[in-house]
């Protein structure tokens, strides 16, 4: 075998946010935050967690359990607020919504930079 074919089953370095793990967990929450102006990388975002949540082990664990829950109760939220435009109310719960999207997912890049679980990463607020 000749030397060429050595460096075809070694990860390239770039590849490394892929896998399951501190880094991979901040690209999806970027990524959601990036899906409040794109929309489309929200859902890369949800589909990276559901294929790593269970693979990564420690406390990034938590943070996979958080990010998924912080996309479906956003959309869920989300989906109310535009139901409830019809009635005005709906405007101040989509900003209401915006604003606890943003302050979910700076919180969890703050516990994923120290290293830290997301506290209650089952919670319905900020997981707190």
Same mark, same amino acid.
């Given at each position: /075998? #000749? %030397?060429? %074919?050595? +460096?075809? %089953?070694?990860?390239?370095?770039?590849?490394?946010?892929? *896998?399951?793990?501190?880094?991979?967990?901040?690209?999806?929450?970027?990524?959601?935050?990036?899906?409040?102006?794109?929309?489309?990388? &929200?859902?890369?975002?949800?589909? @990276?967690?559901?294929? %790593?949540?269970?693979?990564? +082990? &420690?406390? $990034?664990? #938590?943070?996979?359990?958080?990010?998924?829950?912080?996309?479906?109760?956003?959309?869920?939220?989300?989906?109310? #607020? /535009? !139901?409830?435009?019809? $009635? =005005?109310?709906?405007?101040? @719960? /989509?900003? =209401? !919504?915006? !604003?606890?999207?943003?302050?979910?997912?700076?919180? +969890?890049?703050?516990?994923?930079?120290? &290293?830290?679980? !997301?506290?209650?990463? *089952? #919670?319905?607020?900020? +997981?707190?």
């Amino acid at each position: /075998m #000749s %030397n060429t %074919n050595q +460096g075809q %089953n070694t990860p390239r370095q770039t590849d490394r946010w892929l *896998e399951p793990g501190a880094t991979n967990a901040l690209v999806i929450y970027i990524l959601y935050l990036a899906g409040l102006v794109i929309g489309i990388t &929200g859902l890369v975002g949800i589909v @990276l967690a559901y294929i %790593n949540r269970g693979k990564a +082990g &420690g406390f $990034v664990e #938590s943070h996979y359990t958080f990010l998924i829950r912080t996309f479906w109760i956003g959309l869920l939220y989300a989906l109310i #607020s /535009m !139901v409830l435009i019809f $009635v =005005a109310i709906g405007f101040l @719960l /989509m900003f =209401a !919504v915006a !604003v606890w999207f943003i302050a979910r997912c700076i919180l +969890g890049i703050q516990a994923l930079q120290r &290293g830290e679980p !997301v506290k209650n990463p *089952e #919670s319905w607020l900020l +997981g707190q």
